[in-house]
């Protein structure tokens, strides 16, 4: 059992709000998962400001000041590194795959929380009310958020078995459930070229699904072919900087709720997360049914 938790906004006005709204929705879900917790946030011009490349790394094993000097003196420019618990952002004038790149090469060893044009990722272990204290989450800003609350089965509990699993360039997938041919399909990708960094089932599913976008399918053809590829029971939300997508098992077995309106669309493992959005009592509130792939594309707006 894992709480799922995100919130896409559709209106600029309420991107100051993202960090409070998001922090309230992952709170909520602490009892379903209390070891560990993680969020992905899409906005920030802190965390990850706009124009900039950014990396999340996690348990670096060296001060923010060492890890800037590193990357600087392997990239050439200025770099920016803070740390937020036990996961540094980074962020750069290049390329978030040069920055990334960058960080592997100066330590070969670090998990990447995740990287990408305003994406800012955080993970930890311990209960997610102190964790979203200790991120400072409640004044986070941006126009989209992800959030889990973990109870593990599969793997270890740390802050890199934590999700979401971000592991293709600005996107990153938070499961309710498991898998249970994980195994077989982690091997399948393994010999197509794909690298892993757990033993958690979901990283396999986030690995697929960012194996087949870099093939050139859509999120809604990706998340079809995992239904067809992956057997368990599973609650899915996938996000990229311009998307959010939710995808349930053929029975539908783990729970999910969604609720939309004019302004904001958001998803949650329980209504109790969704209960204080603003707006809510107007929202159209539903199930999402088995299979089916709920998709929201974010809309250009005018400055």
């Known amino acids: 059992m894992c709480g799922i938790v995100g919130l896409h906004l559709r209106k600029p006005d309420l991107y100051p709000r993202l960090g409070a709204l998001l922090a309230g929705m992952l709170c909520e ?6 070891d560990s917790a ?3 946030v899409y906005g920030d011009p802190t965390w990850s400001p706009a124009g900039r490349g950014a990396i999340s790394l996690i348990a670096v094993g060296a001060s923010t000041d060492e890890v800037a000097r590193a990357l600087a003196a392997e ?3 200025d770099v920016s590194v803070q740390a937020r618990g036990t996961t540094y952002l980074v962020n750069a004038g290049v390329d978030s795959e040069e920055l990334l790149a960058a960080a592997r090469k100066a330590y070969p060893k670090v998990l990447v929380g995740g990287f990408g044009s305003d994406l ?3 993970k930890g272990v311990g209960r997610p009310t102190a964790l979203a204290e200790a991120w400072g989450l409640a004044g986070a800003q941006g126009w989209q958020g992800v959030g889990h609350t973990r109870m593990a089965t599969e793997s270890a509990v740390t802050a890199g078995g934590a999700h979401p699993y971000a592991v293709g360039p600005d996107q990153c997938l938070v499961h309710n459930g498991s898998f249970s041919n994980h195994a077989t399909v982690r091997r399948e990708l393994i010999a197509a070229g794909v690298e892993f960094d757990s033993q958690n089932d979901t990283e396999v599913a986030a690995r697929f699904v960012a194996h087949q976008l870099a093939a050139g ?3 809604d053809v990706a998340l079809k072919e995992l239904c067809t590829t992956f057997d368990g029971f599973y ?3 996938v ?4 998307s959010f997508a939710v995808v349930r098992d053929a029975i539908a077995c783990k729970p999910a709720v969604i609720a939309e309106t004019d302004d904001w669309v958001a998803m949650a493992s329980e209504f109790r997360a969704l209960a204080h959005l603003p707006g809510i009592e107007a929202a159209r509130i539903w199930e999402p049914e088995p299979e089916v792939i709920y998709h ?3 809309a250009e707006v005018s400055a």
């Open 29 to 34: 879900m602490e009892d379903r998962g209390a």
């Open 38 to 40: 993680g969020i992905a």
């Open 75 to 77: 990239l050439g420019v």
């Open 120 to 122: 800012a990722v955080l």
């Open 217 to 219: 399918k859509e999120v």
């Open 235 to 237: 609650t899915l939300l």
């Open 239 to 242: 996000s990229h900087r311009d």
């Open 296 to 298: 929201w594309t974010r």
